[in-house]
Structure formats: C-alpha cells, structure tokens
C-alpha cells in the first residue's frame, strides 16, 4: 500500500438497553400499545492515524399505535415510532487521509472521520381487511418519515501526486430527508388448489437539506436504492401436497444507484 507501516485500529462498544411494551383495550374494539426502548452506548476508538475518539450517547426510542377492530375481518390502525440509527468513526476514511497526509492538508477532511446518529419519526396508517371465509385478504397502507442527520454513503476523490487516484467511501450524515408513500397488497384464493396474489407500492424520498464533502448541493434529490414505483403478481397452483407451478410478474422503477454520482438503475421488468 501507500502506507509505511499496515494500518491499524481498535474499536470498543459497550451498550446497556431496557425496553418494554404493553398493550391495553380502551375498549371492546379498540386497543393501544405503547412501547419504548432507552440504551447507553460508549465507544473507544483509536487507529495509527492519530484519530482517537471516545464517546458517550443516550438513545431512547418507542411506538404508539392504536387498533380498531371495525368487525370481525376489517381493522384500521395508527401508529407513531421513532428509531435511531447509531453513529460511528470512519476508519476507511481515517486510512486514507494517512496515506494522503504528506501530498495535501487533509485537515479540512478530518471531521469526516466521525459521523452521527439518525434520528427517524414514522408516522403510518393503514387497514386491514378479509372476507368471511377467509379467501380474499389484503391491506392498505400510508406512511411518512421523516428522516434527521441521515445516514449516507459519502464518498472521497483526491488526485495523487504520481497521477493516480485515492477513492474511498464512508458513512456521512445528510441534514435531513423525507420519506412518504403508499403500500397495498392482496390475497385471493378461488379455490383450494389455486392462490393470487398482489403488491404495489408508491415511494417518494428525497434529502431535504444535504451537502456532500465536495460541496455538491444535492437538497431536493431523490435518495438511491429508491424506486418510485414497484409492483409484484403472482399466480400459485397445488397440483398436489408436492407438486406447484407458479407464475410471477415483477416490476419496479428507474432509480440512483447511489448519492455520490448520477448514475441510475433502468426501469425492470421480470417474469418468472
């Protein structure tokens, strides 16, 4: 490698959780859950670059969500949850800067090598449904997250001195992003030997406020791995307790394959 000597580095994690649930009937249709989760994380971490960090965070995370039995096969519900993604230290992004450190001043990269926690509220409702036998099921869904200090794939380009190039990723934290859409599904079974079923799904999700190392200004993108539209039919059939035959369409939209650059997935269609 670059380096004079291998890289190294020690990372230590202690975590200390407590978490707990209960669900209580308001009343005869009507049901309410409430849960949380409390967790103390501390983390050493040291490398040959010269980085040492040590730091302490109190997380707390929880769900409440409300069940309403409409009758015997229909259901609405609610719920309100906030998850929190833990924070780290880069040591990718820690090597690299010392390989580099004798060709630039890698000081203004050097806040890069910590990330932060993400902070998530998810806000849904939906509705679940079923016939009377119990062939024909399905549900509805709608949600909205909204994402704080999101976790993303940050990456660095710095030309060498000897013409080549230093690429390395590492995890980066975007000021905040929106995640909202739709999801349904169905099942249908006209007979024993035969099922159908179906999902669609409905996504918009954009960083509301991100940027990179680079100074690239991507408030307003659409994040990666996001399609905004995916699809999926399938038709099963039980010739026997050991013999099936089944049919599967899928589908889903064009999307970036990542926050570092403009490339994108094409639109696919599958048949199985």
Partial sequence: TYLEAPFSSVKDTDTLAVYGQISQPVRDDVTLTLGARLEQRDVTYRDSAGVRERFDD???TGNASINWQLSETSA???TISRGVR?????????STLLTLANE???TPYRNSTRFDEENLLNAEIGYRFSSTDQRISGAVTIFNMDRRDQQVKGSLVISRSDGSTSFSDFPDNAAGGTNRGLEASIEWRPTEALLFNGFIARLDASFD????IDGTDLSGRDQPQAPADQYRLTAIYDFSASLSASLE??????????????VTSPSARLIN
Avoid at 86 to 94: C, E, K, Q
Avoid at 209 to 212: F, S
């Fill in 58 to 60: 109190n997380y707390w």
């Fill in 76 to 78: 609405l519900f609610a």
């Fill in 86 to 94: 833990a924070g780290g230290v880069n040591a990718s992004l820690s």
């Fill in 104 to 106: 630039i001043d890698v």
């Fill in 209 to 212: 406020r991100y940027v990179n």
């Fill in 249 to 262: 369409a899928t589908g889903r939209d064009a999307f970036f394959l990542s926050d570092r650059h403009e």
